[in-house]
């Protein structure tokens, strides 16, 4: 050990950290996909006692001088960024004791396990004392990270997800789009009022969809050498880049939101396995934020999947698998894809009403880390928010309201990155369509390689060399600019 | 920490073992029935560490003095029965360096990834190199444990498979079996020459084997919430007990050996499901040895599966599964899964050949480690034994001869316990047919319950209370006899 650099040492943690974290990612997989109901109890106990490990390992006394030390030693640029990214990961767990680290796992799977029967049973007075104690415990991670890094208490866990950004930049974002998406809506909806779409006809066995899903991954680029697709109760993107796990759930009423989300899952997997190779083992050769990855998703679902020149490309897949419908054709499926209809559920929200899901609940949130409201406030917040921004009632309805997402039985400064991942992806797409103004007929006729070449060049294989301020402009020439977004939503509604 | 016993900082160790413990067999089950190819070297790496990792915790310092103190303190019966196993395990680990345990790992994952196309290849010249490191590294660790145990190279090995069993007294137990066996097949094979059997005409579709496998496993008595059923090309029990994971595999054009290998499988998951609840987390609450898990796989196969009472039972569902033909008549099934033909390979054989595959592996792989012999040695001595107790000519046929088992990859020393699995099955249902004697009508009109209840009282709910020869002791009356091993094949087979 004596003649290692104390960067090599560092490296040399890190490496141990990723080999258990594959460990974690593929148990969390097969507990999301495989496990049966007796096994829960005993997997979540090893899980926890391997999360403990892992804090202890990046706790360690000695990470602290090896990381001064390392500043000192003679390292190139891309070793340079991963003990930046290695500080950042040192400094955001050892701000935390281990205590708060395990009662936040205790208190989120309890949150969470009693949430699955809440949700159902409508039954919000009973989430809440539960929901306190996250929330609790997710205040006081917030002042910790906070007072260390000079932040407010919300942009200190948003930190975690969107490194460097914060929520007042979001906030005018935010504001921006609240003053012309409601108006955008309610004109795309006035405009498709006239339009006929023809719903396809089911059942949709659920093996056909399945072998469906499967082309449309390989015409996508997955490599099935490299990960599988299986199916859980809430899809995602799992494993680990060399073996990535994605999900989806199956109806056999409807074919289509399936259909659609195997395609943004396919974008998360695609961009886990092309990520540099030789520097897995490492934080630089991770996915640089949560932000870039649903950039990738979304590139894959709203600018690619979602277009007429791609769904005209895979209309006759459907074909083979489903038999002909007139719902089949290519124009209606376009029409399918892009019809906004308000409705009180995020996940299943069409492109143009999802930002408005994820507004209203950073604004909840950020409020509700920085102490400016309770948690027996959100539920008046939520129906406020939602006739405000959808124009639809939620009062009593907390099933469909407040209780329907996950996130809040354990993290919060997390749903930013959905919109902030949309508006990357626009961004990419405007810069790809200036570099190549063919794409569309390209993509129409199967040629998909120039959105896959770019996104490899410029996001896939760059891991986290660049903060993200500095991967996208070298990607698109600007930084974030939502006005791409703005101009992508009204090309494609109003167009 | 300063109030515990020492017995308790001991179990709290155990119990990290455990958990730990769960993730390997979770994450192994994955790779052998999940993992796309390209997941293999990640896989193997972060296993690796895991492996590292537990050796670390029970090569602890403090362990030592730990278990002088634990001796002295004041333990229920369990409790020391637990410490004599804690004791075991300890003792085991500690003569083996860090950098060996490693080393081993990554040899045998090399040479197991291999060995998958080398076998397909019929190339034994590929795959003694990796051979000859695994061997070097297994002596190395034989010769450890040797020292340190003062026994012999094998037996050491031996003994962690079938703790206190010495090689001496196999070899005794297999020359008998080896003055009997070559006769009583002859025998049985002239006296079956006249005998007609038919054979079911496939295909078979897997969904539809699937399906009757998943109901013979529910008659059986496996536990689906605490369990699965999946495809590997090697057939294992794997998970854990609070999850039990069995493989099968499957051939459209024969559902015979899949259906049995399920039955097999699900003896032993019986045994891991059904182990003593409130002490799962320590060794004391596990499996007593690999031979007496065999028994319970072979149980369930052998005694159980393979006699006309069962067959006469699952008869209506492989005909409800496959429609009818003559050959599901339970007569013709109980001839078709007794019938005896020699052959090359080790788990498709027939009972009554079973016992000579084993005796020929144990001889050699017990001349391997004992340095008898060199790797490049195998293939000619395979061939020589294959002909002296079967018949059959191997020369230059690898793939069929020295290259089909997985085992020597990893692992040396386990081949013994199939065929004291057998004798103990025989032993048990010796005593079960004395303490009932309508045991067969009672099997044929779907009353399992007599076999259940009596393997869950004698051997399931006991753990590692006992050691071996006591358990025995207790479920039978007497130590290991193989007379009744010979006694029930010449019943079932000249009876």
């Given at each position: 050990m004596g003649d290692q650099t104390a960067y090599q040492s560092l490296t040399r943690t890190f490496q141990r950290l990723h080999h258990f974290g594959h460990l974690a990612a593929i148990s969390s997989w097969d507990q999301a996909?495989?496990?049966?109901?007796?096994g829960n109890e005993a997997r979540a106990a090893a899980q926890a006692e391997l999360q403990v490990l892992m804090h202890q390992l990046i706790t360690a006394p000695d990470l602290a001088r090896q990381l001064q030390d390392a500043e000192q030693e003679a390292l190139d640029e891309t070793q340079r960024a991963n003990l930046r990214e290695i500080r950042r990961e040192w400094s955001q767990a050892n701000l935390l004791p281990e205590a708060l680290v395990e009662a936040k796992a205790l208190a989120a799977a309890r949150c969470e396990h009693a949430w699955r029967e809440q949700r159902r049973n409508n039954d919000w007075a009973g989430f809440l004392p539960n929901f306190r104690e996250v929330l609790r415990l997710a205040r006081e991670e917030a002042a910790l990270l906070a007072e260390a890094n000079g932040v407010s208490r919300y942009d200190a866990l948003l930190d975690k997800y969107?490194?460097?950004?914060?929520s007042a930049d979001i906030a005018r974002i935010f504001d921006d789009v609240k003053s012309w998406l409601p108006g955008l809506i309610e004109r795309v909806r006035a405009k498709q009022a006239a339009e006929t779409v023809i719903r396809p006809k089911g059942p949709f066995p659920v093996d056909k969809q399945r072998a469906l899903g499967l082309d449309v991954m390989r015409l996508l680029g997955f490599d099935f050498d490299a990960g599988r697709l299986d199916v859980s109760s809430h899809p995602f993107c799992g494993g680990v880049p060399e073996d990535v796990r994605i999900t989806t759930r199956y109806r056999e009423d409807d074919f289509v939101q399936s259909l659609m989300g195997i395609v943004h899952e396919t974008g998360h997997a695609r961009y886990e396995q092309n990520l540099p190779r030789d520097w897995l083992s490492q934080p630089v050769g991770r996915a640089r934020s949560m932000g870039i990855h649903e950039s990738q998703s979304l590139s894959f679902e709203m600018q690619l999947g979602r277009s007429r020149g791609f769904l005209q490309l895979i209309a006759p897949s459907i074909r083979a698998h489903f038999g002909d419908q007139p719902a089949f054709d290519a124009d209606n499926l376009a029409r399918l894809y892009t019809r906004v209809e308000p409705g009180y559920i995020r996940v299943d929200a069409d492109e143009l009403c999802y930002p408005a899901h994820v507004i209203l609940r950073f604004e909840i949130e950020r409020a509700l880390i920085d102490g400016e409201i309770e948690a027996e406030d959100v539920p008046a917040l939520w129906d406020e928010k939602m006739l405000a921004y959808l124009g639809l009632d939620t009062r009593g309805n907390y099933r469909d309201g407040c209780l329907q997402d996950i996130h809040w039985t354990d993290t919060f400064g997390y749903f930013p990155s959905y919109t902030l991942g949309a508006m990357y992806a626009a961004q990419y797409f405007a810069t790809l369509r200036r570099q190549e103004p063919a794409l569309d007929a390209r993509v129409a006729a199967g040629d998909l390689a120039p959105v896959f070449d770019w996104l490899r060049d410029n996001i896939w294989s760059q891991g986290s060399r660049w903060d993200t301020g500095e991967l996208v402009r070298r990607a698109t020439?600007?930084?974030?600019?939502?006005a791409h977004y703005r101009a992508h939503l009204e090309a494609r509604y109003l167009g």
């Open positions: 996909a495989m496990m049966p109901s007796k969107e490194p460097g950004m914060k020439g600007e930084a974030l600019n939502p």
